[in-house]
T-cell receptor
């Protein structure tokens, strides 16, 4: 297994356009998390899935953001009508949890979004 | 969510030990102490975690104060590849719930040759 992968690695778009990012977690990992990181700050939690169920969403996740994880495998994060404030690194992480959410999260390399 | 306080930056010399402090005075009984680090242009990676006792693994050691209000991540021999931002995170452990990581500003560690 090569770890968590994200696609694309970089995305430049114009304000108002829609963008979609993909995350492929480590096989058999049942938890998948999305975080956002702006320059000079630590990552901020956006949402997470347990298998295909989206169990928690941050207040940061406005109605322009939507995430899915069909069939509990890969996940997509879509941003509609992008704004310049959406420019950030979008990180995906996965973990294997059995009961207590204690295990380490494995992060992907991130997708850097630039909104012009 | 309980908060942590870390110095913004620290410097170390190569092949010397590094002690990275973290204060978490509002820690609760169900909080585990996790450390992650983020190398330049990469996603964060797990380093170590503990509850009450000191912990060792191949990457580092974690020393936890008896009152659990502070902890120290110890890199025994810093290398240039250890230059990164180190995050101390309190992670509430709830059965079948949560698991999100709440990152602070972290400590940016620079290592001089």
């Amino acid at each position: 297994d090569t770890g968590v992968s994200q696609d694309p690695r970089h995305k430049i778009t114009k304000r108002g356009q829609n963008v979609t990012f993909r995350c492929d977690p480590i096989s058999e990992h049942n938890r998948l998390y999305w975080y956002r990181q702006t320059l000079g700050q630590g990552p901020e939690f956006l949402t997470y899935f347990q298998n295909e169920a989206q169990l928690e969403k941050s207040r940061l996740l406005s109605d322009r953001f939507s995430a899915e994880r069909p069939k509990g495998s890969f996940s997509t994060l879509e941003i509609q009508r992008t704004e310049q404030g959406d420019s950030a690194m979008y990180l995906c992480a996965s973990s294997l949890e059995r009961g207590l959410a204690l295990n380490e999260q494995f992060f992907g390399p991130g997708t850097r979004l630039t909104v012009l | 969510d309980a908060k942590t306080t870390q110095p913004n930056s620290m410097e170390s010399n190569e092949e010397e030990p590094v002690h990275l402090p973290c204060n978490h005075s509002t820690i609760s009984g169900t909080d585990y102490i996790h450390w992650y680090r983020q190398l330049p242009s990469q996603g964060p990676e797990y380093v170590i975690h503990g509850l009450t006792s000191n912990v060792n693994n191949r990457m580092a050691s974690l020393a936890i104060a008896e009152d659990r209000k502070s902890s120290t991540l110890i890199l025994h021999r810093a290398t240039l590849r250890d230059a990164a931002v180190y995050y101390c995170i309190l992670r509430a452990v709830l059965y079948n719930q949560g698991g999100k990581l709440i990152f602070g500003q972290g400590t940016e560690l620079s290592v001089k040759p």
